[in-house]
C-alpha cells in the first residue's frame, strides 16, 4: 500500500515515520513536505536506507503540484500532518496559517477525491487539535462533542480544515477518520514550543519566560504515544468518526518548568538555584486559553488504545534526546530562529 505521510520531516511525521516505516515493509511510505524552519530532513536520515521510505519537497498550498504528486502515487492512505502549528507565531503571522492549514487541506482533498478514494481500502486520516474547541474553565473535558470555539488564528486554521474534511466526507463520501489531540512532547520538537525551549535555555543558562503567571494548564502526551493513538484510529477506528486523544496529565504551565529544570540539574549537575533564577515571568500570549483536557474514553474503548509513557518519564526521555542530539539542535536554529526569538521574546523581555 502506498502511504502519504504529510509534514513527515516535522516533530509528529518524523516520530510516525521512525515508528511505521520499519514495522511496515510492505507499505511504502511518501513523506510530502515543503521542509519550512520547523523540518529537519535529518530527522528521518536513517530511514533513506530503508527501500520503503522516500521524501517528495512539495506545498500543499500549491495545488498545480499537489495534483501531479497524487497523479504520480496514487496513495491508498493519507496521514495529513503537515502544518504550521505554532500559536504565536500565528499571532504574529496568520497568512500563511491559512494557505497551509486551510487551502493546503483543500488541496489534499481534492487530490484524495479525484485519485484515491475509489480504491479499496482508502482513508484520509486527518491529524488536528484539541484547541480547535477553545478554553476550558478550571473543570470539564474536552469530549467529541464539545463546540468548537477557536481562540488563535492557528485554531481557527486547524477548525476550518476539520470542516473541510468532514464536508468532504458528508458530501463526497470521502472516507475519512479525524483525531484531536492534546499538547505533545518528545524528541525532534523544534524549540520555539515550551518544552524544548525551557530545556534548551536552562541548559544554556537563558531566560525561561513564562506567559502571564504559568496557571495556564495542558494535558501532556508523549509523543510516540500520539503517533501509536494514530494508527490504531486507522486500524481499528469507524471511518467517518472523530477520536480525542490525550494524555490524562494536566499541568499548570509553572509547574511544568520546574519539573523540567529538576531534570536538567539531575542530567546535568547545573545547581537547581541556579536554573530556578531563570524563570522570568512575561507579557501574557492574546487570547491565551486557560486550560485543555481530554476525555480520552471513546479511543480507549474503539481503539484499545492507552498512553505508555508517563509525564515524569516521558520528560526525561525528552531531556536526555535534547542532551544527546546538540547537533540535531544547531541544525534547526538558524537565523531565521533567532530572528523568531527576538520577535517574539524581544519587547516581552524587556517589559518584565
Ligand atoms: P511541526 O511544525 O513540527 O511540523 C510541521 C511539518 O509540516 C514540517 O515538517 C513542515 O515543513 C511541514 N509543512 C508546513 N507547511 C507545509 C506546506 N505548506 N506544505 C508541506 N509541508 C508543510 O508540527 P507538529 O507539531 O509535528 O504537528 C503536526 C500536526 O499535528 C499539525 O497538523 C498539528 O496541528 C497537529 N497537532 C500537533 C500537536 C502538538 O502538540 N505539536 C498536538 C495536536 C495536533
Ligand atoms: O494542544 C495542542 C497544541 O499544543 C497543538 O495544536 C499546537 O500545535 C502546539 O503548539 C501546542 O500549542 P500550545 O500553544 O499549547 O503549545 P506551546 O508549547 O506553544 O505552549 C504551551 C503553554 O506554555 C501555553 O500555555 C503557552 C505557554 N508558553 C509557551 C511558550 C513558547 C510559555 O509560558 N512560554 C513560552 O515561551
Redesign the pocket.
Known amino acids: 500500500m502506498k502511504v502519504f505521510v ?8 518524523s516520530n510516525l515515520l521512525q515508528l511505521l516505516v520499519p514495522r511496515y515493509p510492505d507499505h511504502h511510505f511518501v513523506n ?5 524552519y ?2 529537519n530532513p535529518a530527522s528521518l536520515s536513517n530511514l533513506e536506507a530503508l527501500g520503503n521510505y522516500a521524501l517528495e519537497v ?4 500549491d495545488r498545480e503540484a499537489v495534483e501531479a504528486l497524487y497523479a504520480k502515487h496514487e496513495p491508498t492512505l493519507v496521514i ?7 500559536v504565536d507565531k500565528s499571532i504574529l503571522g496568520p497568512e500563511v496559517f491559512i ?3 486551510v487551502l ?1 487541506t483543500f488541496n489534499l482533498l481534492e487530490g484524495f477525491k479525484k485519485h484515491s478514494m475509489a480504491k479499496d481500502g482508502a482513508l484520509f486520516h486527518h ?4 484547541e480547535v474547541y477553545g478554553s476550558l474553565g478550571d473543570t470539564g473535558l474536552f469530549t467529541e462533542q464539545t463546540r468548537y470555539d477557536p481562540s488563535s488564528p492557528y485554531s481557527a486554521s ?1 477548525a476550518s480544515s476539520d470542516h473541510l474534511v468532514r464536508a468532504y466526507g458528508r458530501t463526497y463520501d470521502l472516507p475519512f477518520k479525524l483525531t ?5 512532547y518528545g524528541p525532534r ?2 524549540p520555539e ?1 515550551l518544552i524544548p525551549l525551557m530545556i534548551l535555555n536552562a541548559v544554556e543558562r537563558k531566560p525561561l519566560p513564562i506567559y502571564g503567571e504559568g496557571l495556564n494548564v495542558r494535558d501532556w502526551l508523549y509523543v510516540t504515544d ?1 503517533c501509536e493513538a494514530i494508527w490504531a484510529v486507522i486500524e481499528r477506528g469507524t471511518l467517518g468518526e472523530t477520536y480525542n486523544i490525550g494524555g490524562n496529565s494536566e499541568k499548570r504551565n509553572v509547574d511544568v518548568v520546574h519539573a523540567l529544570i529538576d531534570i536538567v540539574a539531575d542530567e546535568t549537575g547545573a545547581p537547581l538555584d541556579e536554573l530556578k533564577g531563570l524563570i522570568t515571568y512575561v507579557q501574557d500570549r492574546p487570547g491565551h486559553d486557560h486550560r485543555y483536557a481530554i476525555d480520552a474514553t471513546r479511543i480507549a474503548e474503539e481503539c484499545d488504545w492507552r498512553a505508555s509513557e508517563t509525564f515524569e518519564s516521558g520528560m526525561r526521555k525528552t531531556v536526555k534526546w535534547y542532551l544527546d542530539n546538540t547537533q540535531w539542535v544547531e541544525q534547526v536554529r538558524s537565523g531565521e530562529y533567532l530572528k523568531w526569538i527576538e520577535d517574539n521574546y524581544g519587547d516581552r523581555l524587556a517589559a518584565r
Open positions: 504529510t509534514g513527515g520531516a516535522g516533530f509528529i511525521g510530502v513536505d515543503k521542509l519550512t520547523a523540518a512539495v506545498d500543499i498550498a495529513h500532518l503537515a502544518a504550521e502549528s505554532h494557505q497551509t492549514n493546503g491529524v488536528s487539535t484539541d486547524k484531536n489531540c492534546s499538547n505533545n520538537q523544534f514550543k500520539h
